[in-house]
């Protein structure tokens, strides 16, 4: 940690500064410079109260050198990890693909799809069982009975299920069910929730929140696996800029920031990181192409009746269409995509 | 809501649009212009499905007309709310001022607070029992231990406690020793805290989430107030922005603009919405100028030795500073601040 | 153009703005809706003072419908733009390689890179003579004797020349020596600059600005157009946005939806889009995925030397390993790629 | 200046970085940290490729500990500017105040309006004859003929004029007919612009670009006072976010953090900062609680048929109003405002 004095700072200041990073159990290395005093604190940053270290007088700012995080380093696990999930592999020279639509409505919807997806090459089949919906009065979901359908679903096709849990009440229920427990993004910083999905025996799907920093993101995937569950995939599902003609900003270079980083693998949502379906097989294209683990697509039968996020929702020939180009650039790519 | 479609659709996209239009509902009006045309809907917007004629073929972008939030609406209720919970006050003419610090860290600590804010004019005292942090490596706060001592600090001099609640299952427990319930900028969008917030017999503070528009945030509110709350104030913290001088943007004008939208009084949080001791004072002022109802300031004995956000944390005498400021300039608006 | 009047909108309100509606040219069509009425205006929503329609008494907002632009617009001329300048060409199924360094510093060194950057498949030099430098204090460029050595490099390389021009007093000079005039982000909105090289010989490359909107950009490539140069690469460098790990963030999606808006080709700077090196392989193999028509890459013989941008520089070998990625990728993409 | 080893960086690595930082003239201090290498270099950071050290293999990070800016800092003259030009006043406890149309449109209009505005107690009147304007297709001011109406104005009110002026040749025209330049936004880093404003005898106006950092806009200062020109005042007119509720979000936060690093006196625009007039009188008081230097303000004589801005313009009795809210919060700061 480098704290870094103002112009102005007193001796009495320095001293005091000094003392403070001695009682958080670093080694203050002082430094003089030009215009003014530097103290590089060597020893774990990590620890409660060390912010509060801009609190003393004459301190300008405090800057950290270590990333917060050790779990989900790269520093402590320098190889990639692979996450497997029934029918689902992401990492590893293989980019998974999980498609379905936003939410389950109904047997016959998620069934459909369910097969449609399988037969262009998706791996797994997302499907939102329990919905967080910006308005109280929009479609809140199935609940359980969706859980049940998603079930059926992939009794008929071997996908892994892919499904949103909203509480930690209802992780265990939804692990019932599930193969993967997904993390929205409003969710990225429940902490309760992280807590509890880190007891589950699923792997887990952690998206970023839109305003989320990539230390938060990755400090959020830190609860889950210090909780004990190793099988955390990050999602990159787009941030809030003031760019307003996509819904949000799919920053596609995160996915080589964070691989140099973590041993986490990467899933990019291009649905959701663009909102118009018109925009997503080009950017499912270009996630792969930025080395991308994976990818999660929203498909509908019926998109302009669909009972959420239609306007980003593929259809199934257009989900097809997506593939055969994405199937072009994996292999360019050399790595293996979807079920094939 | 209007459906502009693209200016290559088709007469039979037009007519395909018309129909889903009224299927949902809704009674068209059918505009020709120059260069395309318009579908103004008549009729309730806010039903599940709408945003998906977006999908429709031909169809451009799709804008709606009427906010997507009822009773939060001003349009339903003109005149503002002002929300008593104990000794705190906030609105119509009344700046109710909540103040102390980040986390309940012992007896002392929080009772020679409650005492220190009271003397300088504070209405309410805010200690977080509860902690949502960012990393799993600091400190996770008192939990119910530090419920008891915010109970005590009220039990010696009678103010107000507000404290936040992070889990549906804790809202019964919280309810029981708190005046206000926080719902955290983490947690605005956990709907099922909103859920439960909206039953609980106390008032509720909604702090914005970093990226949430302030649309999401009164859908938010929303939320509580349909689950049978009417007690919810909004409280503006600061949005993310590319500015990192400070750690969050405190947007101002949300505080006449959200008036004018909503009859929910607004708070403002001067300690996270810059991140920085120094300039909370001069935000504190700005708020009240700007006709805010309501302050929340982070206060502590030793901001250099908190547990948590020393960084952003006045002591006494800059927070009794602070508040005399504030008093010149509540009274040069012709209101009356705190406890005063 | 869309008038949405307030809730509490009188008759006289709704009467007065319809007057101003028709005062401008523009016919009113009224559509009384459940909650507000709403005034959607048939015409050229093209003129000057339009947006002052929303002082009236009793109007809410104005929302616009046609886009702001007419030359750029695909509206207008639906077939993409091919653009050529000596050895570079973007656009039509060819993908034009632009690579350089940020700053000419020397004849070795811009005449080596030329060499380089043609062996590894460039199809274009840049290179800045004059550069608009943050601070003061920064290497400002070598100027005329600059643009000398670029053309010393062009005369040996056959490569066309990419170079900045800050000032529509040096468009004559400028043109002399380059084939392709670059508009930098800082300048996208000096207008003058635009009408200049607008009356230039020479195609521009247009940087967007880190805040401009997508219309924002159109209209300044608008500007070009207006003043008689048809051949305007659009160039995508990155927007501000609270991402503080990559300088900018590069907003991929750019691509598709301009080409969905617009005829002229589009060029990205995984270089400034980025700010790092190590992260511009995967953001140009990513690009060509997303369908760009281009690309603008930033190489230096000793990038940790450089007198500008070494950190986002790639060596001359890191080109040839990025050249050879992206020449996979544009195969699958059933594209040429640079010189080949 | 502090050089951040990666955590894998050999041996060699970090010799390499030692010597890179002795050959840029700078001593450097290593600390081996528990986990990484660090090495503060003390000496003037404020030179050119400093920042390529990143590019040397090893380096994870260089971070900066001085500002870049030197004649702007208040570590060189830590007292704060007071500027005057003409019957503007701007610092030293006097709140200045500018006001009048975004452009001029007719001698009547803008007569008129300098008689309003010094009523209301307006220090200095603010018009547009050379606009910069979004799209070509809009009102583009009334140029040398817009100037002599200001000076016609000034004659009759003995008002201050402060206009903008967007090219490098045009400063000399501009300056005979000003008091105060303006550099507008969309022009902060046009360069040339800002090393001819430098040369003016006129007091310079410096708008904050709406994705600038602090940094830069102080870096743009430090171009106007190395050429020459002491007198210039800053003015912050807001930042692009992702709010789209105002056109700019006005991070009033400005005003005392940059008061902390600079000693140019700032004024604050509530009419770009918001976009709306209504929010506009909120936000004039606001500014000046928050500790701002100045204001300046759009005001037309019917807003509703403004040839620009018209929707963030107030009428002569709206400003009349504002200005009179505005003098009770200075008297509350103790603070002079306007003409009075």
Chains 1, 2, 3, 4 share one sequence.
Not at 157 to 185: C, F, H, M, N, R
Not at 242 to 269: G, W
Not at 281 to 302: F, K, Q, Y
């Amino acid at each position: 940690m480098i704290v870094v004095m103002k112009h102005t700072a007193t001796k009495e200041n320095i001293d005091d500064a000094i003392a403070r990073v001695e009682s958080l159990g670093l080694k203050p290395n002082v430094i003089e410079g030009s215009e003014r005093t530097v103290i590089a604190a060597v020893g774990d940053e990590r620890i409660a109260g060390i912010e509060s270290l801009e609190s003393c007088p004459g301190v300008d700012e405090v800057m950290p050198i270590v990333a917060p995080y050790k779990l989900a380093s790269s520093e402590l696990k320098p190889e990639p990890s692979v996450i497997t999930a029934g029918s689902l592999t992401v990492g590893g020279g293989h980019v998974g693909v999980i498609a379905g639509p936003c939410s389950v409505e109904s047997e016959d919807q998620i069934v459909a799809t369910a097969f449609a997806v399988k037969k262009s090459g998706a791996s797994a089949l997302r499907g939102g069982a329990f919905k967080p919906r910006t308005s109280p009065y929009s479609f809140q979901g199935m609940k359980e009975e969706g859980l049940k359908l998603l079930a059926t679903a992939r009794d008929q096709t071997d996908l892994a299920v892919v499904t949103e849990v909203v509480s930690p009440d209802d992780v265990e229920l939804v692990s019932k069910y599930a193969d993967v427990l997904q993390i929205g993004a409003r969710n990225m910083q429940n902490y309760r929730l992280l807590e509890a999905a880190g007891k589950s025996p699923c792997a887990v799907l952690l998206k970023r929140g839109p305003s989320a920093t990539i230390d938060e993101w990755l400090l959020a995937a830190e609860y889950i696996l210090d909780a004990g569950n190793p099988n955390v995939m990050l999602c990159e599902r787009g941030i809030r800029t003031f760019e307003s003609h996509t819904r949000f900003t799919l920053p596609l270079a995160s996915a080589p920031y964070v691989q140099e980083r973590t041993h986490l693998p990467i899933v990019m949502d291009p649905s959701h990181g663009t909102g118009h379906a018109s925009l997503v097989p080009a950017m499912s294209r270009a996630s792969i192409a930025a080395g991308a683990d994976g990818l999660i697509i929203e498909v509908h039968p019926n998109p302009d009746k669909a009972l959420s996020d239609g306007y980003q929702s593929l259809n199934f020939d257009q989900f097809a269409e997506t593939m055969a180009g994405c199937q072009k650039i994996a292999a360019a790519m050399d790595r293996t995509l979807g079920a094939l």
